[in-house]
């Protein structure tokens, strides 16, 4: 399998940042992209996608009601276009962003 991928937009400029990998394809634009999974296990994982040598801040809340207070969870510039992150088992539940 080749895992080199190729895109073009819609004007026929290249799409500088692409990831392809097991059937699934990321674009990364001008805003970073979480993505959140669960393993049958119960373990949650994110991937942060992004710009490589940008600072990104990954934030964490229990609620998004009324006032809301943001926790950070990660702080840093990406080495690579994505970084995994083992974030646990809960039954609670969290709301998370990725900001740059």
Known sequence: MDASLVAVQGNGVP??????NNGRVVVIGSAPLLEALIH??????FVLYGIPQTSY???STKD???TVTWTI???GPLTNLFQVFD???T??????????
């Open 87 to 89: 974030i646990g088992t």
């Open 40 to 45: 049958p296990n119960g373990q949650r994982t």
């Open 91 to 100: 039954n609670q539940t969290i709301f998370y962003r990725a900001r740059e």
């Open 15 to 20: 799409v500088p940042r692409t990831i392809a």
């Open 64 to 66: 998004l009601s009324g």
């Open 57 to 59: 801040t990954l934030e």
């Open 73 to 75: 969870e990660w702080q």
